[in-house]
């Protein structure tokens, strides 16, 4: 059994530490749950206080750093699931199901947020995700959160393959803009690629490139390559920095505009100007 020396530094140290004293019917949910499964949730979620589920009948635990609730939802709602701590040991900890994770969690995150936790769970398990959250809502649906979980099931795609990904979508939508495709197929010299998203009616595409394509020499590389290989495939690529989502996300808007205007959309008025950036993560 694994034991610390000292303090707990990860989301699973912490909730391996605290099974030690867990109530042996309780289990992870909520944010936390969604941590543990490796499901993006923001920073501040996953240095927050860990959530811990009893049943009916079991006083919830009050202790500093865990917040505990008392839930009956329909079963299935537990698994137990194998973690990394910080040593790199695996460790057997019983979270929600997925579908009962994103039920928890709903009340917690804020709606693009909560796009993003239910489109990594259909990455991770495509049919079963959708399938289990709706069977679980028309059982849930006055709890808090469900009207938002609901909304994020339509709003969610599959295909997506980050968190800012899934917020650029949604900047998309909100900017009035026609709806993109996820990852779409791109015919270029250099294979079959597929960028964040694009509109393939039009040959433009955008994609969000977190630090590491600045940093990392090989990915800086890679991209060049890339970027030139959609050009040649005639396809008009825009770029999206953690700046312009997350601070002023006009340029990319507007640029993502204007060459979809320049390919035949048709538009009343330029949108985005108003629009307001996604919260900092």
């Not at 938002?148 to 900017?175: D, F, K, M, Q, Y």
Request: charge should be positive.
């Amino acid at each position: 059994m694994a034991t610390f020396t000292i303090r707990p530094s990860t989301v699973v140290d912490r909730a391996w530490a605290y099974t030690q004293v867990m109530h042996p019917a309780a289990w992870f949910s909520c944010i936390t749950a969604a941590s543990l499964r490796g499901l993006p949730v923001p920073r501040a979620a996953t240095d927050g206080p860990l959530h811990v589920v009893v049943p009916r009948g079991v006083h919830p635990p009050r202790s500093l750093g865990v917040v505990g609730h008392q839930r009956d939802l329909e079963p299935p709602v537990v698994e137990q699931i194998l973690c990394p701590l910080s040593t790199g040991e695996l460790v057997p900890l019983r979270t929600g199901t997925i579908g009962s994770v994103l039920l928890t969690a709903a009340s917690h995150l804020s709606l693009p947020d909560l796009v993003a936790l239910v489109d990594a769970a259909r990455l991770a398990d495509e049919g079963g995700t959708v399938m289990e959250t709706e069977r679980m809502l028309t059982r849930s649906s006055r709890r808090a959160g469900s009207a938002a979980l609901a909304e994020a099931l339509l709003l969610s795609r599959a295909g997506v393959r980050s968190r800012p990904e899934t917020h650029l979508r949604l900047l998309i939508a909100r900017a009035g803009l026609p709806a993109p495709e996820v990852a779409p197929g791109v015919s270029t010299p250099l294979g079959n690629l597929h960028p964040d998203l694009g509109w393939p009616e039009y040959r433009v595409l955008v994609e969000y490139e977190g630090d590491g394509h600045r940093t990392d020499d090989r990915v800086f590389a890679s991209d060049l390559r890339r970027f030139d290989a959609y050009a040649d495939a005639d396809w008009s690529a825009v770029r999206c920095s953690k700046a312009d989502l997350y601070g002023d996300p006009r340029r990319v808007l507007e640029s993502v505009a204007r060459r979809l205007r320049a390919r035949g959309w048709k538009s009343r008025a330029r949108r985005g100007a108003g629009i307001r950036p996604i919260a900092v993560p």
